[in-house]
């Protein structure tokens, strides 16, 4: 037979989340002996002529987080007129009407679920501190124009209110980009327009969001023992954070894992091709709150 | 320059400098092409050349209309934000009317009116181009967010996916439909008044306005036509990606002025050949081609880009070098 | 005979200018009307608003009887008017004939029609008398070409008027004769033709009537140019008696200052090399495209050299650009004033200043912004600069002050030895001229080397100690003042064997004779004027 | 028209129209600023302006050697990914090193070595600016992933952190620095001959040349001190966010120039002015706050900034509009 060949295409290979996808996936490439194919799609245009691509390179199959997830059907067809087989990991892929595409597995973790555990560490920090809700002020650093980054928190900002967080202290910072200096501007402004609180919390698509939040909160002179803030991702960024001496308002982290992800996908995938079983068609892979307390337990759980 | 050339011997070393000047990057590409399919595998197939094509197709069909932009000394940066806009009214209104003669009118007429906007505010109210089209960029991208609540906006109807599927002789009709605008555009750049006039508005505005060219109504047409020609590769897009998606086509404004400029466009205005910008569209697939085929690193394709780019414009400025004193 | 065309009362003001206040004068069907005046009198002004470019600020124009408001150059052309800039209007990039045809190009089932296009410029090029191929682009010809192509261009409108705003002020002499020839046909054809010159002779040669601005304002108009005095012209224009012009005088000249020692480069042939004393005006003659200009752009570092060596005083001048030339006192004012001399969105004071304020720097960076200003209104009244201020954008001066500028530029530099002037008096009225020649003498007899190129053989022979002459890309002879002469100076000049037959002939002043037939053989005595580089650079 | 306006009266207006045409732009800026107080709860206090100026404060720096670079008629493209590396770079150095000098001067240093490639690119190997700074914004930005493994680089030196806390009379450092970087830049343009030979060279390279300018050189400095003052704002960034982002600034670029654009200075070189740029930059601040303290949909946001920029512009033109014929 062929040699196997897989394509392991992702949506933002700049970020660290995905570096370590691909590291894994190395990792189970090394293993098994099939050549990775890594390709960074950051849009549709660009996702199309990637899977073009790995069919020129007489690829079999490809791993694929997509920049959309309605692009669902436009992976189906590509990858039929390719003749490839396809795993999709992180986001499900639908089709036009938003039903999930049976024809591929799937591995991944909803955005919205990630989310929740978010809200819900936060509340139980609230609790653990005995904060007044009332009293709480909650910033959602909002980056509405990435669907993942709306499911995110809207998944933590549900997670609140479920506890009984009143929604009238959760306001929207919409970020212009997803870096932390705008996160930073857009929390600011938040904090200026609602100085009333006295406790602050924060959400944001990712720990860069959050982080930005923290380090506004901070300029104002609200620091660790008011300020709760958890992120989503738990590289190095939090990692950065959790082990600074003095700890900082950027309480955690919801660690997902990159490991099984990468891994996995690419396993099931060369076992597919190679007619070593076919993959289950959906996995749910769950995160992992990060505190500064836990974070070494944590990495070790999730395998980094 | 001295008597000397009055007798035809010197002037041969002129005319093939000339030559190779005129086509000095169409070779360079060309030794590029032979390079890559003799050293990278894979490179040299039917699969891989149809499938950079396709890659460029939608630069392609807008880089034509680019070249006419800056030729005449414009600049256009809503080129972007229009595929977007163009792909996702076209999936919505696919949706309602479950027609897609309506859904193509309804992108391209959104696109005419994109146009139209920017060049009533560039050649009659005077604005800067680059803040105008800022402004519309934004706007447009603003649109399409809110139009479909910045959610991708599927599309089931197949005659319309199978637009962006189709293959005739081999080639895909995204493909075909670039190739049919470098041939239009080319011939309205070279066989027309039109194109004619946008090289003089580019070249000198106020001689092309003091010979009684109609400097503002050529402005507002060709940002019209270039509107146009985006909300067809917008919904070409929409077809292949089987969805209008919002935040499509970030930053392609940048890769379209990148290919006109490496195909030999001037910024400055009146200088512009369709057959160097089909080259620069080409170099920029093939770049990218590349280096998914040699799995280059996602960090290190940041740097080799940049080096290509610099080589390339390197490569096509040793020519003018002996020109300059 | 009723007039054609008639201006009533036209205003034009401009911030701090009136250009134009309340002239009045009318021109005839089959009459060549001059306009003369001093630089920024105002003409210029005047066929903006005939050409619709301006809109007046007041007053009427009529053509053929009836008063007319053009909104646009396209409406001026649509009334038959047309004219052909004092700066030249041409789309460097296209060709030949697209230029010609600009905004009314053939067209043939919706294509351009190029085969014609090139058909009937190539027919109207030929049948003025101008060898031109109609694809080469504007870019690759020189100045004098391109104004050939802009005349072309006018007269292949068909209109009904036609002016032309100094249109030989960068024309050879054999391009002049081919231009009167036209322009007298013109006549014969009953067109109305405004012609606007600094050169009287050209005036005296071709007009039929002529009218005298001064200050925006009409002095006087003409109805007989031939009955009006020299002097009585010049007087009116400048607003005082100018005896003679060159204003000559006997200088002591010190040992050779500036050794040009083997210069080579890529415009000019073979190694070139000259002296120039101290306290001397060295002329430079040349017909079109003998390479003088070339030649000074490499003495100045401005061009890459091939060869040679440049010493001043016995010192050699470092060879790292402009720069370099400048800190060792050599200076050029280039023959190219709108691409190569102004900063034409500065102010005049900028202008002025942008070389000398080096040597007058807090701290070797920051401007004394007090002394740049006394030093600008100084050479603005030194040198007669007519400007609202010395913060008025050089762009909106008239040509010829702004040439003015660019000489206080380089008369404003404390340690100038060596002056390089390359047609310092292209386009710039009587009165400016003279002004000028004072300042080339005041300059001489400061001990400074003055070199002087220029295309006008009487300049050069009027204010020159000694003449250089170029032909073909080297200098070919040198004549002290008393030997130069305008036959011996040509017999130098031409081709081998040109001499005899034209000899008094190649003077602007001099009348000029009819052209020779389109596509004259080579050894025709008179196709020695034709650029060299043409025939080949027409090819691209 | 008629003759009756020959009386020299007409000069009064043009005076005032002068004026107004100076300060158009200051004067909109103000009304603008006094209606938002009035208007927009919260907009006026210390707080809230301290907090708009903080967030401009990068732009505001590196917008004042961009104004030097667009008025000596070049671009430059690779602010924003100098930005990103510099602070990857200083946090890197930072955290081997443990000093804060050494860490400063590697980003400063790798700052102004961008800079020089750019300028000798641009100016020696006459390679178009957009171009080049394209490339070299793909490159450096390769480098700030490769340096840092895609990582954000964290930074514990409190001495280093503390510069993006201190306030000095309750503002911000960076803010001050910016406000520095005005001042120094507005001398070093309107004082200095290094300013007045940039603006000769972006009118007219070749006269400025041949007026004894040292025109390549000049165009290196400028990109030079340009990449330093980058460099300068990238640390301060990381400064402020405690940790070096390969990520940050991306689409920087287009902000800074647009605020300058929109302060009046001219893509055709030749114009600057540093008091514009400064009401550029605030604009843009201003607007981006107060549609958060609004609450403006980030959806409808993209529209109301674009509307904005064209309103901006609209009213600067306003003024120009006279002056054409
Ligand atoms: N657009 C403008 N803005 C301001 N002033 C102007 C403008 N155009 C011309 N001027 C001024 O109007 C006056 C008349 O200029 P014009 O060009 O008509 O002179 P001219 O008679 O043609 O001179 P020359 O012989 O030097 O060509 C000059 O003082 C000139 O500086
Ligand atoms: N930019 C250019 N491109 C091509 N040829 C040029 C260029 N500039 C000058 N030449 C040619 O170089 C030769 C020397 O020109 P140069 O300008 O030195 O002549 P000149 O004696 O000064 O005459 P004039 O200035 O009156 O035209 C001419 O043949 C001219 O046409
Ligand atoms: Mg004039
Ligand atoms: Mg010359």
């Known amino acids: 037979a062929d040699p196997v060949k897989i394509g392991f295409l992702v949506k933002q290979a700049e970020e660290p989340w995905f570096q370590d996808e691909w590291r894994y996936a190395e990792v189970a490439a090394k293993e098994k002996g099939f050549t990775l194919v890594k390709i960074g799609i950051p849009n549709g245009e660009k996702m199309m002529a990637a899977i073009d691509n790995l069919a020129a390179q007489k690829a079999q199959g490809f791993v694929i987080c997509a920049p959309d997830v309605k692009l669902g059907k436009a992976v189906e067809r590509a990858a039929k007129r390719n003749n490839l087989k396809v795993v999709s990991v992180d986001d499900r892929l639908v089709d036009g009407s938003g039903k999930p595409i049976e024809s591929i597995p799937h591995m991944g973790i909803s955005g919205y679920q990630i989310g929740k555990q978010v809200g819900e560490g936060i509340i139980a920090e609230i609790k653990a501190r005995k904060w007044n809700m009332a009293e709480v002020g909650a910033i959602r650093v909002a980056y509405d124009q990435l669907p993942t980054g709306k499911d995110r928190t809207t998944g933590a900002v549900d997670a609140l209110k479920a506890a009984g967080f009143p929604a009238a202290n959760i306001i929207d910072a919409p970020q212009a980009k997803t870096d932390t200096e705008n996160a930073f501007n857009a929390a600011n402004i938040a904090l200026t327009k609602n100085a009333k609180f006295k406790h602050w919390v924060a959400v944001g698509l990712n720990d860069e969001a959050v982080l930005g939040a923290v380090r506004a909160a901070e300029g104002r002179g609200i620091k660790a023992d008011n300020m709760v803030g958890i992120g989503i991702g738990g590289a190095k960024a939090a990692e950065n954070e959790l082990n600074k001496p003095q700890p900082t308002g950027f309480f955690g982290s919801v660690m997902i894992s990159a490991r099984e992800h990468g891994y996995q996908t690419s396993v099931n995938l060369y076992n597919w091709i190679t007619g070593k079983g076919t993959p289950p068609a959906e996995v749910l892979t769950k995160g992992m709150l990060m505190t500064r307390a836990n974070q070494a337990e944590v990495r070790k759980a999730m395998g980094q | 320059m001295s008597t000397s050339q009055l007798n035809p011997v010197a002037a041969a070393p002129l005319v093939s400098r000339q030559w190779l000047s005129d086509y000095s990057m169409p070779l360079a590409y060309l030794v590029l092409f032979a390079v890559l399919s003799a050293t990278v595998e894979n490179f040299f197939s039917l699969t891989n050349v149809v499938g950079l094509m396709l890659s460029v197709a939608q630069i392609g069909m807008v880089a034509c209309t680019m070249m006419l932009c800056l030729a005449s000394r414009d600049f256009d940066l809503s080129v972007g934000s229009t595929i977007a806009f163009a792909g996702v009214l076209g999936a919505i209104v696919l949706e309602r009317s479950g027609s897609v003669a309506i859904a193509v009118a309804a992108g391209l007429g959104a696109g005419a009116l994109i146009g139209a906007l920017n060049g009533v505010l560039i050649a009659y109210l005077r604005v800067n181009a680059l803040i105008a089209t800022l402004a519309t960029m934004l706007m447009v991208r603003g649109l399409a967010f809110i139009v479909s609540k910045g959610q991708a906006v599927g599309i089931n109807d197949d005659s319309f996916i199978d637009f962006g599927d189709t293959r005739i002789f081999g080639l895909p009709l995204p493909v075909l439909v670039a190739g049919a605008c470098f041939v239009v555009f080319g011939i309205l750049l070279n066989q027309t008044v039109f194109g004619r006039n946008t090289l003089a508005i580019g070249g000198n505005p106020e001689a092309a306005r003091l010979a009684g060219v109609r400097v503002e109504r050529l402005r507002v047409w060709i940002f019209l036509l270039q509107g146009v020609v985006t909300a067809m590769a917008g919904l070409i897009l929409a077809s292949r990606i089987t969805s209008g998606q919002p935040n499509a086509a970030q930053g392609f404004e940048l890769d379209v002025i990148s290919a006109c400029v490496l195909g030999g466009v001037s910024l400055q205005g009146g200088k512009a050949r369709i057959f160097g910008v089909l080259i620069g569209v080409l170099i920029m697939g093939t770049v990218e081609n590349v280096m998914n085929l040699l799995d280059v690193d996602a960090f290190y394709q940041y740097l080799m880009r940049g080096l290509i780019l610099l080589i390339a414009v390197l490569l096509d400025q040793l020519k003018t070098r002996g020109e300059r004193r | 005979m009723a007039a054609y065309l008639e201006f009533d009362q036209v205003c034009k003001f401009f911030p701090g200018v009136k250009a134009l206040n309340g002239v009045s004068f009318s021109a005839h069907a ?94 109207k090029l030929a049948a003025i008398g101008v060898d031109l191929s109609p694809d080469a682009r504007l870019a690759d010809l020189s100045i004098a070409q391109r104004q050939m192509v802009e005349i072309c261009k006018a007269i292949m409108q068909d209109a009904q008027v036609i002016a032309f705003d100094e249109p030989t002020s960068s024309l050879s002499h054999r391009e002049t004769e081919i231009l009167f020839r036209l322009v007298k046909e013109l006549r014969a054809n009953g067109r109305t033709l405004i012609y606007i010159s600094h050169r009287l002779e050209e005036l005296y040669e071709l007009c039929d009537a002529c009218t005298i601005f001064r200050d925006g304002r009409k002095i006087v108009t003409h109805d007989v140019m031939a009955d009006v005095p020299r002097d009585r012209l010049i007087s009116d224009m400048v607003g005082r008696e100018l005896s003679d012009i060159y204003d000559y005088r006997e200088r002591p000249h010190s040992e050779a200052r500036l050794q040009v020692q083997g210069l080579n480069g890529k415009h000019v042939k073979g190694p070139q090399s000259f002296v120039v004393h101290g306290g001397e005006v060295l002329g430079f003659f040349g017909l079109v495209g003998a390479g003088r200009s070339e030649l000074m752009r490499l003495l100045y570092n401005a061009d890459a050299r091939t060869g040679g060596t440049v010493l001043l005083d016995g010192v050699p001048v470092a060879t790292g650009g402009p720069a370099d030339a400048i800190a060792a006192g050599i200076v050029l004012c280039p023959e190219d004033r709108k691409e190569q001399g102004i900063l034409a969105t500065a102010s005049v004071a900028e202008n002025i200043n942008i070389s000398v304020r080096r040597n007058d720097l807090r701290g070797g960076l920051f401007l004394r912004h007090k002394r740049e200003a006394a030093l600008a209104d100084e050479f603005i009244a030194r040198l007669r600069i007519k400007t609202p201020n010395r913060q008025q954008e050089i762009r909106l001066l008239s040509g010829g002050n702004q040439q003015k500028v660019i000489l206080a530029r380089w008369l404003a530099e404390p340690g100038l030895k060596v002056l390089i002037l390359d047609e310092p008096t292209r386009g710039i009225d009587v009165g400016a001229k003279n002004d000028i020649y004072r300042i080339i003498h005041e300059v001489a007899e400061r001990g400074c080397c003055v070199i002087v190129v220029s295309s006008e053989l009487p300049e050069v022979l009027g204010i020159s100690d000694r003449v250089i002459v170029m032909r073909e890309g080297a200098i070919c002879g040198e004549l002290p003042r008393a030997q130069a002469t305008e036959t011996e100076v040509l017999r130098l000049a031409l081709p081998d064997g040109a001499v005899p037959a034209l000899a008094g002939h190649a003077t602007p002043e001099t009348a000029p004779r009819a052209g020779p037939p389109p596509g004259a053989a080579a050894d025709a005595p008179a196709t020695y004027i034709e650029s060299p580089a043409q025939p080949t650079r027409s090819i691209a």
Do not use: C, W
Not at chain 3, 74 to 85: E, L, M, N, P, Q
Not at chain 3, 104 to 111: A, D, E, H, W
Not at chain 3, 112 to 120: E, G, P, Q, S, Y
């Open chain 3, 30 to 123: 089959g009459q060549v009307h001059g306009l003369l005046g001093e630089n920024g009198a105002g003409k210029s002004t005047l066929l903006k608003i005939l050409g619709g470019q301006y809109k007046p600020d007041g007053g009427r124009l009529l053509v053929d009887g009836k008063e007319r408001h053009f909104g646009s150059a396209k409406d001026a052309i649509a009334a038959g008017i047309a004219i052909i800039h004092q700066e030249l209007q041409y789309v460097p990039e296209l060709t030949v004939a697209e230029n010609v045809l600009l905004g009314r190009m053939p067209t043939r089932f919706g294509l351009l029609d190029k085969k014609k296009a090139h058909r009937i410029v190539a027919e």
